[in-house]
Protein backbone atom coordinates (compact mmCIF):
# COMPACT_ATOMS: atom_id res chain seq x y z
CA UNK A 1 0.00 0.00 0.00
CA UNK A 2 2.52 2.25 1.03
CA UNK A 3 4.89 1.36 -1.99
CA UNK A 4 1.41 2.44 -4.24
CA UNK A 5 1.14 5.27 -2.74
CA UNK A 6 4.75 6.76 -3.14
CA UNK A 7 4.58 5.68 -6.78
CA UNK A 8 1.13 7.61 -7.09
CA UNK A 9 2.98 10.89 -5.35
CA UNK A 10 6.08 10.53 -7.93
CA UNK A 11 3.63 10.51 -10.81
CA UNK A 12 1.58 13.20 -9.77
CA UNK A 13 4.51 15.19 -9.31
CA UNK A 14 5.95 14.31 -12.59
CA UNK A 15 9.11 12.75 -11.43
CA UNK A 16 10.69 8.87 -12.70
CA UNK A 17 11.23 6.67 -10.03
CA UNK A 18 15.13 6.06 -9.33
CA UNK A 19 16.02 2.65 -9.49
CA UNK A 20 17.30 1.16 -6.29
CA UNK A 21 20.79 0.81 -7.11
CA UNK A 22 21.31 4.10 -8.74
CA UNK A 23 19.96 5.17 -5.71
CA UNK A 24 22.53 4.00 -3.19
CA UNK A 25 25.58 4.47 -5.45
CA UNK A 26 27.63 7.69 -5.58
CA UNK A 27 27.26 8.02 -9.63
CA UNK A 28 23.80 8.75 -10.42
CA UNK A 29 22.28 8.80 -14.18
CA UNK A 30 22.64 11.52 -16.63
CA UNK A 31 18.86 12.52 -17.57
CA UNK A 32 18.57 13.45 -21.24
CA UNK A 33 17.99 17.51 -21.87
CA UNK A 34 15.06 19.47 -21.62
CA UNK A 35 14.36 22.04 -24.04
CA UNK A 36 12.66 24.93 -22.24
CA UNK A 37 12.81 27.35 -25.53
CA UNK A 38 13.70 25.99 -29.16
CA UNK A 39 14.42 29.15 -30.67
CA UNK A 40 16.70 30.48 -27.66
CA UNK A 41 18.48 27.46 -28.30
CA UNK A 42 18.62 27.35 -31.94
CA UNK A 43 20.37 30.70 -31.61
CA UNK A 44 22.54 29.76 -29.28
CA UNK A 45 24.05 27.11 -31.62
CA UNK A 46 24.40 29.12 -34.75
CA UNK A 47 26.41 31.73 -32.37
CA UNK A 48 28.15 28.76 -30.48
CA UNK A 49 29.46 28.01 -34.39
CA UNK A 50 29.58 31.08 -35.64
CA UNK A 51 33.69 31.95 -36.38
CA UNK A 52 32.60 35.80 -36.83
CA UNK A 53 32.65 36.42 -32.96
CA UNK A 54 36.43 36.31 -32.89
CA UNK A 55 38.88 38.84 -34.08
CA UNK A 56 40.22 37.47 -36.59
CA UNK A 57 36.89 35.49 -37.92
CA UNK A 58 38.67 32.14 -37.66
CA UNK A 59 37.41 30.93 -34.12
CA UNK A 60 34.69 30.60 -32.54
CA UNK A 61 33.24 28.39 -29.53
CA UNK A 62 33.92 25.02 -31.19
CA UNK A 63 36.86 25.64 -31.85
CA UNK A 64 38.49 24.38 -28.07
CA UNK A 65 35.05 22.72 -27.48
CA UNK A 66 34.64 20.66 -30.12
CA UNK A 67 31.60 18.76 -30.16
CA UNK A 68 32.90 15.94 -32.29
CA UNK A 69 36.01 15.68 -29.93
CA UNK A 70 33.98 15.32 -26.89
CA UNK A 71 33.46 19.04 -25.83
CA UNK A 72 36.87 19.57 -26.26
CA UNK A 73 39.98 19.48 -28.80
CA UNK A 74 42.39 17.22 -27.63
CA UNK A 75 45.31 19.71 -27.13
CA UNK A 76 47.69 20.21 -23.50
CA UNK A 77 46.70 23.61 -23.92
CA UNK A 78 44.76 25.31 -26.53
CA UNK A 79 45.60 27.64 -29.94
CA UNK A 80 43.53 31.24 -29.68
CA UNK A 81 44.75 34.31 -31.47
CA UNK A 82 47.40 34.96 -33.55
CA UNK A 83 48.35 31.08 -32.69
CA UNK A 84 48.52 31.80 -29.18
CA UNK A 85 49.32 29.15 -26.91
CA UNK A 86 46.78 29.30 -23.48
CA UNK A 87 47.52 28.49 -20.29
CA UNK A 88 45.69 25.93 -19.39
CA UNK A 89 43.58 22.78 -20.86
CA UNK A 90 40.54 23.15 -22.06
CA UNK A 91 37.76 21.49 -20.42
CA UNK A 92 34.74 19.71 -21.65
CA UNK A 93 31.64 21.18 -22.71
CA UNK A 94 29.69 18.24 -22.33
CA UNK A 95 28.20 18.23 -19.10
CA UNK A 96 29.44 21.49 -18.03
CA UNK A 97 25.94 22.83 -16.95
CA UNK A 98 26.10 20.27 -13.57
CA UNK A 99 29.22 22.19 -12.93
CA UNK A 100 28.96 23.84 -9.51
CA UNK A 101 31.00 26.81 -11.67
CA UNK A 102 32.59 26.94 -14.79
CA UNK A 103 36.75 27.53 -15.83
CA UNK A 104 39.12 25.25 -14.02
CA UNK A 105 39.54 27.89 -11.30
CA UNK A 106 35.12 28.58 -10.68
CA UNK A 107 35.82 32.40 -11.89
CA UNK A 108 32.43 31.90 -13.77
CA UNK A 109 29.49 31.29 -11.68
CA UNK A 110 27.38 29.45 -14.52
CA UNK A 111 27.35 28.82 -18.43
CA UNK A 112 26.09 32.76 -19.23
CA UNK A 113 28.70 34.05 -17.14
CA UNK A 114 31.33 31.36 -18.52
CA UNK A 115 30.47 32.42 -22.43
CA UNK A 116 31.25 35.89 -22.45
CA UNK A 117 35.15 35.32 -21.28
CA UNK A 118 36.88 33.72 -24.43
CA UNK A 119 34.96 36.48 -26.67
CA UNK A 120 37.17 39.47 -25.07
CA UNK A 121 40.22 37.25 -23.84
CA UNK A 122 42.98 38.51 -26.30
CA UNK A 123 44.47 35.08 -26.38
CA UNK A 124 41.62 33.53 -27.32
CA UNK A 125 38.95 35.09 -29.74
CA UNK A 126 40.57 38.58 -29.08
CA UNK A 127 37.76 40.73 -29.92
CA UNK A 128 35.61 42.71 -27.37
CA UNK A 129 32.01 42.75 -26.25
CA UNK A 130 31.25 45.72 -28.12
CA UNK A 131 32.44 44.50 -31.49
CA UNK A 132 31.15 41.45 -31.12
CA UNK A 133 27.41 42.77 -31.03
CA UNK A 134 28.22 45.31 -33.72
CA UNK A 135 29.06 42.27 -35.81
CA UNK A 136 25.90 40.90 -35.02
CA UNK A 137 24.11 44.02 -35.20
CA UNK A 138 25.57 44.38 -38.87
CA UNK A 139 23.99 40.89 -39.99
CA UNK A 140 20.25 41.12 -41.04
CA UNK A 141 19.52 37.27 -40.18
CA UNK A 142 20.80 38.00 -36.91
CA UNK A 143 19.01 40.80 -36.34
CA UNK A 144 15.75 39.30 -37.25
CA UNK A 145 16.23 36.41 -35.02
CA UNK A 146 16.84 38.25 -31.93
CA UNK A 147 13.88 40.15 -32.65
CA UNK A 148 12.23 36.86 -32.99
CA UNK A 149 13.40 34.85 -29.81
CA UNK A 150 13.82 38.43 -27.33
CA UNK A 151 11.29 40.61 -28.94
CA UNK A 152 13.66 43.45 -29.79
CA UNK A 153 16.10 43.50 -32.71
CA UNK A 154 18.91 45.05 -30.80
CA UNK A 155 21.41 42.89 -30.08
CA UNK A 156 22.95 42.83 -26.42
CA UNK A 157 26.08 40.82 -25.12
CA UNK A 158 23.35 39.32 -22.14
CA UNK A 159 21.24 38.27 -24.49
CA UNK A 160 24.38 36.77 -26.48
CA UNK A 161 25.39 34.69 -23.54
CA UNK A 162 22.26 33.69 -22.56
CA UNK A 163 21.26 32.11 -25.84
CA UNK A 164 24.76 30.57 -26.09
CA UNK A 165 24.48 29.04 -22.42
CA UNK A 166 20.82 28.06 -23.52
CA UNK A 167 22.27 25.51 -25.92
CA UNK A 168 25.32 24.43 -23.81
CA UNK A 169 22.93 23.15 -21.71
CA UNK A 170 21.48 20.65 -24.13
CA UNK A 171 24.65 19.10 -24.71
CA UNK A 172 24.65 15.93 -22.19
CA UNK A 173 25.13 12.87 -23.04
CA UNK A 174 23.25 10.35 -21.35
CA UNK A 175 22.66 6.46 -21.97
CA UNK A 176 26.12 5.36 -21.48
CA UNK A 177 26.73 1.83 -20.48
CA UNK A 178 27.22 2.54 -16.55
CA UNK A 179 24.06 4.35 -16.62
CA UNK A 180 22.33 1.57 -18.28
CA UNK A 181 23.79 -0.47 -15.47
CA UNK A 182 23.04 1.76 -12.60
CA UNK A 183 19.90 1.44 -14.18
CA UNK A 184 19.27 -2.06 -13.88
CA UNK A 185 20.74 -3.74 -17.06
CA UNK A 186 23.33 -6.13 -15.71
CA UNK A 187 24.45 -7.40 -18.85
CA UNK A 188 25.50 -3.74 -19.75
CA UNK A 189 29.11 -4.33 -18.39
CA UNK A 190 31.73 -6.84 -18.38
CA UNK A 191 33.22 -8.04 -15.18
CA UNK A 192 36.33 -6.24 -15.13
CA UNK A 193 34.51 -3.13 -15.85
CA UNK A 194 32.49 -3.98 -12.63
CA UNK A 195 35.63 -4.69 -10.83
CA UNK A 196 37.08 -1.29 -11.87
CA UNK A 197 33.56 0.40 -10.58
CA UNK A 198 34.31 -1.35 -7.07
CA UNK A 199 37.98 -0.52 -7.48
CA UNK A 200 37.25 3.33 -7.93
CA UNK A 201 34.73 3.02 -4.89
CA UNK A 202 37.11 1.11 -2.23
CA UNK A 203 39.80 3.36 -3.71
CA UNK A 204 38.17 6.25 -2.34
CA UNK A 205 37.88 8.33 -5.70
CA UNK A 206 34.28 8.97 -5.46
CA UNK A 207 34.72 11.53 -2.71
CA UNK A 208 35.51 13.68 -5.24
CA UNK A 209 34.13 11.99 -8.45
CA UNK A 210 30.79 11.70 -7.75
CA UNK A 211 26.84 12.35 -8.59
CA UNK A 212 25.38 12.54 -12.12
CA UNK A 213 28.68 14.47 -13.65
CA UNK A 214 31.26 12.26 -12.00
CA UNK A 215 32.74 15.32 -10.79
CA UNK A 216 32.60 19.02 -11.53
CA UNK A 217 30.96 19.79 -8.18
CA UNK A 218 33.54 20.48 -5.70
CA UNK A 219 37.03 22.44 -5.52
CA UNK A 220 39.67 20.02 -4.44
CA UNK A 221 44.18 20.30 -3.88
CA UNK A 222 45.70 18.83 -6.43
CA UNK A 223 48.10 16.88 -5.06
CA UNK A 224 47.03 15.97 -1.36
CA UNK A 225 49.41 13.44 -0.63
CA UNK A 226 52.23 13.83 -3.00
CA UNK A 227 52.88 17.58 -4.52
CA UNK A 228 51.86 17.72 -8.20
CA UNK A 229 54.48 19.01 -10.87
CA UNK A 230 52.27 21.32 -12.87
CA UNK A 231 53.95 22.66 -16.65
CA UNK A 232 50.94 24.87 -16.54
CA UNK A 233 51.40 28.58 -14.19
CA UNK A 234 48.10 28.13 -13.29
CA UNK A 235 47.73 28.33 -9.34
CA UNK A 236 43.54 27.59 -8.85
CA UNK A 237 41.05 29.30 -6.70
CA UNK A 238 43.38 31.58 -5.08
CA UNK A 239 43.15 33.61 -8.15
CA UNK A 240 39.36 34.06 -7.84
CA UNK A 241 39.50 34.38 -3.59
CA UNK A 242 42.88 35.47 -2.87
CA UNK A 243 43.36 32.94 -0.20
CA UNK A 244 46.07 31.46 0.49
CA UNK A 245 44.23 28.26 1.45
CA UNK A 246 43.27 27.55 -2.17
CA UNK A 247 46.20 27.61 -3.90
CA UNK A 248 46.37 25.05 -6.13
CA UNK A 249 42.66 24.27 -5.83
CA UNK A 250 40.84 23.33 -8.95
CA UNK A 251 37.29 21.94 -9.63
CA UNK A 252 37.16 18.74 -10.45
CA UNK A 253 36.37 17.53 -13.86
CA UNK A 254 33.64 15.48 -14.71
CA UNK A 255 34.91 12.07 -16.12
CA UNK A 256 31.82 11.32 -18.29
CA UNK A 257 32.80 10.81 -21.78
CA UNK A 258 36.64 10.99 -20.36
CA UNK A 259 38.19 8.48 -22.78
CA UNK A 260 37.19 11.17 -25.35
CA UNK A 261 38.99 14.34 -23.39
CA UNK A 262 42.33 13.66 -23.40
CA UNK A 263 44.84 15.20 -22.59
CA UNK A 264 44.24 15.14 -18.96
CA UNK A 265 44.64 17.34 -15.80
CA UNK A 266 44.26 21.39 -15.86
CA UNK A 267 48.10 21.37 -17.84
CA UNK A 268 47.28 18.32 -20.19
CA UNK A 269 50.13 16.46 -18.72
CA UNK A 270 48.54 13.28 -18.58
CA UNK A 271 48.44 11.29 -22.06
CA UNK A 272 45.86 8.63 -21.62
CA UNK A 273 43.77 7.43 -18.97
CA UNK A 274 46.44 4.79 -17.80
CA UNK A 275 48.61 7.71 -16.64
CA UNK A 276 46.02 9.56 -15.41
CA UNK A 277 44.73 7.23 -13.48
CA UNK A 278 48.26 6.03 -11.78
CA UNK A 279 49.16 9.96 -11.08
CA UNK A 280 45.49 10.47 -9.11
CA UNK A 281 46.09 7.25 -7.20
CA UNK A 282 50.04 8.46 -5.96
CA UNK A 283 49.23 12.27 -5.46
CA UNK A 284 45.49 12.24 -4.30
CA UNK A 285 44.88 8.60 -2.64
CA UNK A 286 48.59 7.91 -1.69
CA UNK A 287 48.22 4.21 -3.50
CA UNK A 288 49.91 2.84 -6.49
CA UNK A 289 47.83 0.63 -8.41
CA UNK A 290 48.97 -2.33 -10.21
CA UNK A 291 48.73 -2.89 -14.07
CA UNK A 292 45.82 -5.11 -13.26
CA UNK A 293 44.61 -2.57 -11.10
CA UNK A 294 44.69 0.38 -13.04
CA UNK A 295 43.59 -1.56 -15.84
CA UNK A 296 40.33 -2.22 -14.09
CA UNK A 297 39.63 1.55 -13.50
CA UNK A 298 40.23 2.56 -17.25
CA UNK A 299 37.74 -0.25 -18.38
CA UNK A 300 35.20 1.12 -15.91
CA UNK A 301 35.88 4.78 -16.99
CA UNK A 302 35.52 3.79 -20.89
CA UNK A 303 31.72 2.83 -19.67
CA UNK A 304 30.89 6.90 -18.83
CA UNK A 305 31.14 7.45 -22.88
CA UNK A 306 27.28 8.10 -23.54
CA UNK A 307 24.87 9.48 -26.56
CA UNK A 308 27.09 12.44 -28.17
CA UNK A 309 25.02 15.74 -29.05
CA UNK A 310 23.22 15.02 -32.58
CA UNK A 311 21.79 17.66 -34.41
CA UNK A 312 21.76 19.29 -37.71
CA UNK A 313 24.61 22.32 -38.22
CA UNK A 314 23.32 25.41 -38.07
CA UNK A 315 22.84 27.70 -41.23
CA UNK A 316 24.28 30.94 -40.35
CA UNK A 317 23.09 33.94 -41.46
CA UNK A 318 24.85 35.25 -43.62
CA UNK A 319 26.92 39.34 -43.63
CA UNK A 320 25.74 41.54 -46.61
CA UNK A 321 28.84 40.97 -48.79
CA UNK A 322 28.50 36.39 -47.96
CA UNK A 323 26.07 33.63 -49.01
CA UNK A 324 25.08 31.19 -46.30
CA UNK A 325 26.52 28.35 -45.30
CA UNK A 326 27.10 25.42 -42.79
CA UNK A 327 29.42 25.87 -40.55
CA UNK A 328 32.00 22.86 -40.38
CA UNK A 329 32.86 20.59 -37.66
CA UNK A 330 36.59 20.64 -36.75
CA UNK A 331 36.81 16.92 -37.64
Known amino acids: MIKRMTLSLALLLGMQAVPALAASEPIQPIPPAKIKDAKLVELGKKLYFDTRLSKSGFISCNSCH ?72 SIPGYVSEFKAVFGTGTVTIDEVTKAIAAFEETLVTPNSRFDKWLK ?42 EAYKATSPAEGRVGVTKDEADRFNFKVPTLRNVELTYPYFHDGEAATLKQAVDTMG ?36 PSSDSTPRPTPFDK
Request: glycine share 12%.
Open 66 to 137: NLSMGGTDNLKTSIGHNWNKGPINAPTVLNSSMNLAQFWDGRAADLKAQAGGPIANPGEMASNHALAVDVLQ
Open 184 to 225: GDKKALKANEVAGYALFKDSGCTACHNGPAVGGNSFQKMGVV
Open 282 to 317: RIQLGRQFTDDENGKIVAFLKTLTGDQPSFKLPLLP
